[in-house]
């Protein structure tokens, strides 16, 4: 659950950096597009100005960057969690 407000946190911070840049004229519009954008969905049906066009790269590779991060960090979480010795193979423990 922590992972996932965790991204839901940065999508918020890219919402607010749209927001203070002025890329779009409402505040929902720009949570939907960094939303997209930092999931890679793409669903291509936002006309971005020309000064704009590289923001979706960005947020993208965050999102990516993030994500796998995440993932790896779940993944040496379980690694430790199923390697544990238990207390009932070992009677030293």
């Not at 922590?2 to 999508?11: K, N, Q, S, V």
């Not at 796998?68 to 009677?91: D, E, Q, V």
Request: hydrophobic fraction near 45%.
């Amino acid at each position: 659950m922590l992972i996932i407000g965790t991204h839901l946190l940065e999508i918020i911070g890219w919402s607010y950096v749209c927001v203070a840049l002025k890329v779009f004229p409402t505040n929902p519009q720009t949570f939907y597009f960094a939303g997209e954008m930092y999931t890679t969905v793409g669903y291509g049906d936002w006309n971005l100005a020309e000064k704009w066009k590289i923001l979706p790269i960005i947020i993208s590779f965050s999102g990516i960057f993030a994500v796998s991060m995440s993932g790896a960090a779940m993944y040496s979480m379980m690694g430790a969690l199923i390697n544990r010795p238990s207390s009932k193979n070992n009677p030293s423990a």
